[in-house]
């Protein structure tokens, strides 16, 4: 029978293209999607400045919250206990601990500043860093800088240079010159402390191993006898990680994207190329009731469909392995370049990802083909021969079933966004539903594309003429095969609609949540993105026409009691601002108490948490801050905020003294009404090294950043899938129009001309674009409307119209090119010679 299926190959080239490349296209992105999940899970980042250390210890970045399932991420640069060092040097194979600070020092060059981070001289053996000029600093007022910032910013021994410490412009002397890694700057162990000011606290601790000794058993022997401190020892490869702690936290980051749209690309994948082999299996109806007739056996056509979809399927996964390779590193690099992956990590792509795109490929492949040949071979000969004409049988109690139970799925993740998610957290069920809806239809499509053309095909009827009556009732008499045509331009519209306007109502939800209570008319922010001064605050306060002016720092932190407050697994939002009256800037609206007593350990709650926990005036939270210090904080007062978007407003100085810079990054200033104080402010600004004035869009451009970035992620993958399904239509669409080559020629022996035809399929390709866009519409708002009324409280979703417009022409122009093309083509062969060739 294989023989037979290679030697018929030729004739049957449409439905095999078509499968090929969806197979291609299918492993291209199921292999970059798991490099990018196998880049999360390795997050292999090399060791530069660490380099020389056998092991490296920091702090656990996880805090095990009281009856949680899960630790919260702390995403603060955990500190390391300074008695840690003292244990470890007890440790049998240790022959040095040497203790790193690291803290923000950019360097001022010409009308900018250079990116740099300040440790003591002491840990640069960890590199190791070896002078080639100068010597180590020893004054207050001497640094050493690495030899490749010194070329950039063309300074050598002794010259003075300014450098950004704690906010504030210093004058140092660079006492000597290193080799090693870019972007450091070194002090003297003293003045290393005073800048980092972490009082017996390192950032992280470098531990050199005795010659022949095991590491892992060092390791093991240092885990035991600093078990009580809570840290996290990396070797090898994982040294990387203690040196860039933003790899780390950008790992959950990548994994969840790698993981969530790998998820659906796989599903996605799978579904296309079942349908297109399903539907180059229904299109050889006629062959395979011949082969029935003739005495082939229903093993035999089975073995056959089976072996044609093997020579297929693999050749097109072998060529997949190229572009996914290339597309997993192109989709890395575009992560990398917009934060949501950081730089540092290292792609890589092994064997697993290969082992996952190509076997997601065949099996897609295989279950198709068996489903396929179930029904060649169990259908009768002549039963098989009249389907092949006119298909009009689709049911089956296992589609049936199927198609109920993703449906019923869709419904029941509808519900629990409504009843249960609150604000972004909707994301996490209205995702899949979306796969939900989609698949569920089209197990029924048939179904839903009689009921829809039903609907459609009148008003068409009244305003078309002859050729154009004669699509419709094509079109209805052929109801069951038009839905494999219909179905695809489904997936494309829904799937694609639906992602984008969750994004972009998630966008708007969250910038309508803060703006509802924001004050502020402008904000002063740091040029480095290190923060602002101590010094800074009282003088804004002093410039004439400021009504208000507050600090404003941003983190999360862990809730330990009480134990219901309504946050995640992610953490609670942290707001640090000055104390205040009722006319602050603070973005909030107080409803009980003030935050003018807002100093020392207080805090103030939102409504929701007060009610829910019982936490109101007067009573105690505890807290542990990102850094994972642990705090019991006094409420003093509750302010309103919409569900999902709570945060805990604490006093700024404690805030930030628990941030990883430790510093103010923002400062928010309210006017006095009729007053412009915004040349007085960049008056300040200008006389303030790396300080800068902004409005008020700047600040909401801030706080909506992370979700413009997520939303930029989610339409290069949404792209890349709606891409994908555009295959599936072009597939689809193309070979079932070549496969009516005879249906044309006998119209055409008829009478009909060329242009008759194609207008004809022009009327029908209408009535498949507004069938497949309207099932589309329905699927996107059965998945926007829940949704919508989740995150914003209004059901209607928010975003541009010219995007629905935009996916609705895309559908419509790929469906009348997919259409009309390969017609035009087929038209061009002689009818009589059309009706001799086998079909």
């Known amino acids: 029978m294989m023989k037979l299926a ?57 805090h095990p919250r009281p009856g949680a399932e899960d630790p919260t991420p702390l995403r603060e640069q955990v500190g390391v206990p300074a008695e840690a060092a003292a244990k470890i040097r007890a440790v049998d194979g240790v ?21 740099a981070e300040g440790h003591s001289w002491t840990s640069a053996r960890l590199a190791p860093y070896k002078l080639v000029s100068g010597t180590s600093p020893a004054a207050p007022n001497d640094v050493v800088l690495d030899s490749s910032t010194a070329r950039t910013a063309k300074l050598s021994v002794g010259s003075r240079i300014t450098l950004l410490t704690n906010g504030e412009p210093t004058t140092y002397t660079v006492r000597g010159i290193a080799d090693g890694p870019a972007g450091h700057t070194f002090f003297s162990s003293p003045e290393a402390a005073r800048l980092a000011a972490t009082p017996g606290k390192f950032s992280s601790l470098g531990i050199l191993v005795a010659p022949g000794k095991d590491i892992g058993a060092v390791k093991k022997a240092v885990e035991n006898a600093t078990e009580d401190l809570g840290l996290t020892l990396h070797t090898g490869a994982d040294r990387g990680l203690a040196e860039h702690p933003k790899a780390s936290q950008s790992r959950e980051a990548l994994i969840a994207v790698a993981g969530s749209f790998g998820g659906i690309a796989t599903i996605t994948m799978m579904f296309v190329v079942a349908s297109t082999l399903a539907l180059s299996a229904q299109h050889r109806e006629r062959e395979f009731a011949l082969l029935r007739s003739i005495g082939t056996t229903p093993g035999q056509v089975r073995r056959m469909i089976l072996g044609e979809s093997l020579l297929v399927s693999l050749p097109a996964v072998l060529i997949g392995l190229v572009p996914g390779v290339l597309l997993g590193r192109f989709l890395f690099d575009q992560l990398a370049e917009n934060g949501v992956a950081s730089p540092v990590l290292e792609f890589h792509q092994g064997w697993i990802p290969f082992a996952a795109g190509a076997g997601a490929a065949v099996l897609a492949s295989v279950g198709a083909a068996l489903i396929a040949a179930r029904k060649s071979a169990r259908i009768k000969p002549v039963e098989a021969l009249v389907e092949s004409g006119l298909q009009r049988k689709w049911f089956s109690w296992i589609r049936l079933l199927f198609g109920v139970l993703f449906l019923g799925g869709a419904m029941a993740l509808a519900i629990v966004t ?27 499509g048939p179904f839903w594309t009689k009921l829809v053309l039903a609907l459609v095909r009148w008003p068409l009827y009244a305003v078309s003429r002859v050729n154009g009556r004669l699509a419709i009732i094509n079109v209805t008499a052929r109801s069951v095969a038009m839905s494999a045509a219909v179905m695809p331009v489904m997936l494309a519209v829904g799937i694609s609609t639906a992602n984008i306007y969750m994004q972009t109502t998630q966008v708007h939800a969250s910038e309508q949540a803060f703006t509802k209570e924001l004050k502020a008319d402008g904000v002063l922010g740091s040029a480095t993105g290190t923060g602002l001064p101590s010094s ?77 926990t ?72 200008g006389t303030q090294a790396g300080v800068q004035v902004s409005g008020r869009e700047a600040l909401i451009a801030g706080n909506s950043e992370d979700l413009q970035t997520q939303a930029w992620v989610n339409y290069m993958l949404v792209g890349l899938l709606i891409g994908y399904t555009a295959v599936s239509v ?3 669409l193309a070979s079932s129009t070549i496969r009516r080559r005879r249906e044309f020629a006998l119209q055409r022996l008829t009478g009909s001309t060329r242009g008759q035809v194609l207008r004809m399929l022009t009327t029908e390709s209408t009535l498949v674009i507004a069938a497949g866009v309207l099932l589309g519409t329905v699927v996107a708002l059965a998945t926007l409307i829940p949704f919508a009324a989740t995150v914003s409280g209004s059901g209607v979703p928010h975003g541009p119209w010219w995007i629905y417009l935009a996916i609705v022409s895309a559908a419509a122009g790929l469906t009348y090119l997919s259409t009309l093309i390969p017609a035009t083509g087929v038209l061009r062969t002689s009818p009589a010679e059309t009706t001799s060739r086998p079909d």
């Open 536 to 612: 800074l605050l009282p003088k804004v306060r002093e410039v004439p026409g400021i009504a208000s002016a507050s600090a404003y720092v941003t983190s999360y932190g862990a809730v330990d009691e009480p134990r219901n407050a309504p946050f995640d697994e992610d953490g609670a939002p942290l707001l640090g601002v000055s104390a205040q009256g009722a006319e602050g800037a603070a973005p909030v609206r107080i409803t009980s108490g003030s935050l003018e007593g807002l100093t020392g350990t207080t805090v103030a709650v939102p409504d929701h948490m007060a009610e829910k």
């Open 95 to 115: 022959t040095e601990v040497i203790g790193d600070l690291t803290f923000p020092t950019p360097l001022q060059a010409v009308g900018s500043f250079l990116p």
């Open 418 to 444: 409504v009843a249960v998610m609150t604000g972004p957290l909707a994301a996490a069920t209205a995702g899949p539903s979306v796969l939900c809806w989609a698949i569920g239809i089209t197990l029924l």
């Open 6 to 62: 290679v030697r018929t190959l030729r004739f049957r080239k449409g439905g095999f293209i078509a499968t090929f490349v969806a197979v291609v296209f299918g492993t291209a992105i199921v292999l970059a999607c798991g490099g990018l999940m196998e880049t999360g899970i390795r997050s292999n980042v090399s060791a530069e400045r660490l380099d020389a250390a056998e092991i490296v210890v920091t702090g656990r970045q996880s």
């Open 614 to 685: 019982g936490r109101g005036l007067g009573s105690t939270i505890k807290l542990t801050l990102g850094d994972g210090t642990p705090v019991e904080l006094r409420v003093i007062a509750t302010f309103a905020a919409d569900r999902g978007y709570e945060s805990l407003v604490l006093p700024a100085d404690l805030l930030a003294a628990h941030t990883t810079d430790r510093l103010t990054p923002q400062i928010l200033v309210r006017y006095t009404p009729g007053a412009n104080p915004a040349p007085a402010l960049a008056a300040l600004a």
């Open 730 to 732: 072009v597939n689809t």
